[in-house]
């Protein structure tokens, strides 16, 4: 069983060797980023039209010269960094949500000796939803413009790092066994 195949994973750094992409990624998540993208939008329209109707109303004053047209811009964009900073933790934390999936699945596996072949193939799959979560994560700690926020976002991910290094030495047990 276990001298049949290459192990799953290096003793000493815990990457993977065997890789197989057995669902698309984007077919899971890419309908929940598309309907998050659009709330956000229609969110990010609603405020501009408000933030437009202040800016013209404000005092009762009509007038639309440069400063306010300055305003406005600055507006704009705080509001289009924001809009994009959400979606990117949304889609860091969605991606989380597939990898505790994941887990969940692969778990009561663990307790028979014959689901070995089943197990490896959802682990190369868990290995690959992590490394997006990675990723997703990286690009979101790049917008990060304050450093509270890159403390409390990498605290985050180091805690769903232990929590999928601890399952993954837990996978190694039972292989080990196999």
Same mark, same amino acid.
């Given at each position: 069983?276990?001298?049949?195949?290459?192990?799953?994973?290096?003793?000493?750094?815990?990457?993977?060797r065997?890789?197989?992409?057995?669902?698309?990624?984007?077919?899971?998540?890419?309908?929940?980023?598309?309907?998050?993208?659009?709330?956000?939008?229609?969110?990010?329209?609603?405020n501009?039209?408000?933030?437009?109707?202040?800016?013209?109303?404000?005092?009762?004053?009509?007038?639309?010269?440069?400063?306010?047209?300055?305003?406005?811009? !600055? *507006?704009?964009? =705080? $509001?289009?960094? /924001?809009?994009?900073?959400?979606?990117?933790?949304?889609?860091?934390?969605? #991606?989380?949500?597939?990898?505790?999936?994941?887990?969940?699945?692969?778990?009561?596996?663990?307790?028979?000796?014959?689901?070995?072949?089943?197990?490896?193939?959802?682990?190369?799959?868990?290995?690959?939803?992590?490394?997006?979560?990675?990723?997703?994560?990286?690009?979101y700690?790049?917008?990060?413009?304050?450093?509270?926020? !890159? *403390?409390?976002? =990498? $605290?985050?991910? /180091?805690?769903?790092?232990?929590?999928?290094?601890?399952?993954?030495?837990? #996978?190694i047990?039972?292989l080990?066994?196999?």
């Amino acid at each position: 069983m276990l001298g049949e195949s290459a192990p799953l994973f290096s003793p000493l750094t815990l990457t993977p060797r065997l890789v197989v992409d057995t669902e698309p990624l984007t077919a899971v998540l890419e309908p929940a980023f598309q309907e998050n993208k659009t709330k956000q939008n229609k969110t990010n329209e609603a405020n501009l039209e408000w933030n437009l109707d202040d800016l013209l109303n404000f005092n009762g004053n009509t007038d639309t010269g440069n400063q306010k047209a300055s305003n406005e811009h !600055v *507006e704009m964009v =705080s $509001n289009n960094e /924001d809009s994009d900073l959400k979606a990117l933790d949304q889609n860091r934390k969605c #991606i989380l949500s597939e990898v505790d999936k994941q887990i969940e699945i692969i778990n009561p596996l663990l307790s028979r000796v014959e689901n070995e072949e089943l197990v490896r193939t959802r682990v190369s799959h868990l290995d690959k939803l992590f490394m997006d979560m990675q990723q997703a994560h990286a690009v979101y700690l790049t917008k990060l413009n304050n450093e509270k926020d !890159v *403390e409390q976002a =990498s $605290n985050w991910y /180091d805690t769903q790092d232990r929590k999928v290094f601890d399952f993954k030495r837990k #996978i190694i047990e039972y292989l080990y066994c196999c």
